[in-house]
Structures are given as structure tokens and as C-alpha cells.
């Protein structure tokens, strides 16, 4: 039975990495894909581990090559998800969880229509500006701009199939554990299992 793929995608800020990240770490049948991208480590971030930190021109190459499975440019930098790295988990029956924005959830859903996609989003605007300031890892006027693409962000959730609203970490990351537990309960997941009992 092949894997299946889980989409995360969320405006920044609203808590998807760390969601995931409490995701992965409670479910060893699930693994996380590393997406390419050439935009610069920031401080801790190993090549990788968080990302596979590539130039421009070995995006492009790669690119167009057809080596991703889908990608996008987000705040001038391109990321992309090997499309070799995903088939080969999911014919070995691994769950894949990818973190991309909605554009690569678009792409994605095209050549893998039974992908379950998940948009979180955070309680409201004022509170998603507050833990982008929080963080600390931008200037005042990245900040702006990230949150005027979140609004176009938002303008995107009724394209997936879940909606979880990061107010409360530990809910939302129950809420997203058990989304991917009632995927996997689906008949179609389900019948290679059972198929002998009721032939």
C-alpha cells in the first residue's frame, strides 16, 4: 500500500513549522519532506536539516530538469519539493507531510488528487502581527510585507480540505494528529487490510 501525502500550508507566523513539527515527532509513520530553497540559512538552520540550501542557478537547473514536484517563489526566494525524494517514500508506505504554501499545495493536489491538505490559520490578523514581531527574525518593514501576503494567504483557505485555527498550540496540534489518523482510517487505506476477511 503506498504512503499518502499530507499538505500544511498556513500565512507566516500562523505556526505551521512548529505544528508539524509536534506532528513528526509523535508519529513515527510519518516523515517530513526537506524542500530546496535559495534563500539564505538563518541562525541555527542546517543544510539539510530545515532545508536544502541551494543557489539560484542550481535551483533553475534543477527546475528545469522537472526535479520538482511543485515550487514557488515566496518573498524572492524559490523552494521546491523533490519529486524523486516524495515517490520513493510513498512507494516504500511512508506518509509524506509537506510544508509548502498554497501555491505548491495547488501543484501537488494536481498530480496527487487524494492528497488531504490542511490550512492553518492563526486566531486573527493582530495576533499573527504580535508573533511575527515575537520572533525577532525580521525588520519592521519584512514584517509588513509578510503580512500583506498573509491576507492574500487567507483569500486561499477554501481550497483545502481541513481548517485548523492555531489559537491554542497543544489543540491544534491535536486537531492535526487527528486529521492524519482519520485519514488513514478512510475505507479506500483500509481495505488492503481487511480484503481477505470479507472475500
Known sequence: MNGQIFIIAAPSGAGKSSLVAALVASDPGIRLSISHTTRPPRPGETDGKEYHFV??????????????????????????????????????????????????????????????????????????????????????????????????????????????????FAEAAKDLAAIVRAARCQRSRQLPRYAALIR
Do not use: C
Not at 135 to 145: A, H, M, Q, T, Y
Open 55 to 168: 543557489s539560484h542557478d542550481t535551483f533553475r537547473t534543477m527546475q528545469s530538469r522537472g526535479e520538482f514536484l511543485e515550487s514557488a517563489e515566496v518573498y524572492g526566494n524559490f523552494y521546491g519539493t523533490s519529486s524523486a525524494d516524495i515517490r520513493s517514500s510513498l512507494e516504500q508506505g511512508r506518509d509524506v507531510v509537506l510544508e509548502i504554501d498554497w501555491q505548491g499545495a495547488r501543484q501537488v493536489r494536481t498530480l496527487f488528487p487524494d492528497s488531504i491538505s490542511v490550512f492553518i490559520l492563526p486566531p486573527s490578523l493582530d495576533a499573527l502581527r504580535e508573533r511575527l514581531l515575537a520572533r525577532g527574525k525580521d525588520p519592521l518593514p519584512v514584517i509588513e510585507r509578510r503580512l500583506a501576503v498573509a491576507r492574500e494567504d487567507l483569500s486561499h483557505e477554501n481550497e483545502f480540505d481541513y481548517a485548523i485555527i492555531n489559537n491554542e
